[in-house]
């Protein structure tokens, strides 16, 4: 794991899964939709870009918090999809 995502669950994702990201993302010049896969996310659930300058801000600026990642990547994906719809 790199030194910057080692709050995050190991075989999570969510965050990279559940949300959409309107920013430019690496190749992707137009981010990902809601509900869509990152392409950046590896096999492992992590994200690729973790230590990369190309790396959107509102990637960097998540923070792993209990209250949104919940206790297992399932409820992550819940709660998180939940709040995409609000």
């Given at each position: 794991?790199?030194?910057?995502?080692?709050?995050?669950?190991?075989?999570?994702?969510?965050?990279?899964?559940?949300?959409s990201i309107?920013?430019?993302?690496?190749?992707?010049?137009?981010?990902?939709?809601?509900?869509?896969?990152?392409?950046?996310?590896d096999e492992?659930?992590?994200?690729?870009?973790?230590?990369?300058?190309?790396?959107?801000?509102?990637?960097?600026?998540?923070?792993?918090?209990?209250?949104?990642c919940g206790?297992?990547?399932?409820?992550?994906?819940?709660?998180?999809?939940?709040?995409?719809?609000?």
């Open positions: 794991m790199t030194k910057n995502n080692h709050h995050c669950r190991p075989g999570c994702g969510a965050c990279c899964i559940a949300p309107s920013s430019a993302i690496g190749i992707l010049k137009n981010g990902k939709k809601a509900g869509e896969r990152c392409y950046y996310l492992n659930l992590l994200c690729k870009l973790i230590d990369s300058p190309e790396r959107p801000e509102v990637c960097k600026n998540f923070k792993f918090d209990p209250i949104i206790n297992n990547p399932e409820e992550a994906m819940k709660i998180m999809k939940e709040l995409e719809e609000s």
